[in-house]
Structures are given as structure tokens and as C-alpha cells.
């Protein structure tokens, strides 16, 4: 009637969403606390949650993605240059 090994598997799935839970918790004051060292240090001028409006989400600041541009290719008739 009971399965003994389907019993361990529940309580690793349980225990998964429960520190899905945590970690979301987590997520969520990290976010708070990143609003807050942006403006200590300057680098926005928007007051923190509890001062201003809940923050809306943001996109990521940070260096641009890079580019390069394709290698130029020689003629194939065309002799090396050393």
C-alpha cells in the first residue's frame, strides 16, 4: 500500500520548493538593498522603496555588449603580403 521509496522523493520535492521560497525571498531583499546602495552611492538620484514608489523593474546598466567587425578576407587571385 505505502511505497517506502516514493516517500523520500516527496520530501525532496518539498524540500525543493521550499527553498525555492527562500532563495525568492532572498531575490527580493537583495533587489531592495542594491536600490539602496545605488543611491548612497550616488548613482541614481531615486529614493528607495520605502520614500518613493515600489521600483519598477530595471533594465541591466553595465558595459554595451561588444561588436567586431568581420576580418577582411583577401582576393583569392591576390598574392600574400608579408
Not at 531583499?29 to 542594491?34: E, G, N, P, R
Not at 521600483?55 to 577582411?72: C, F, L, M, N, Q
Request: charged share 20%; glycine share 4%.
Amino acid at each position: 500500500m505505502n511505497d517506502p521509496k516514493a516517500a523520500p522523493k516527496y520530501e525532496s520535492i518539498v524540500l525543493r520548493i521550499l527553498w525555492m521560497l527562500v532563495f525568492a525571498l532572498v531575490w527580493q531583499v537583495a533587489q531592495f538593498l542594491a536600490q539602496i546602495g545605488r543611491f548612497g552611492s550616488f548613482h541614481t538620484e531615486q529614493k528607495p522603496w520605502p520614500f518613493a514608489d515600489w521600483p519598477t523593474p530595471r533594465a541591466p546598466e553595465g558595459e554595451a555588449a561588444h561588436s567586431v567587425p568581420p576580418a577582411p578576407h583577401p582576393v583569392r587571385d591576390e598574392e600574400p603580403k608579408l
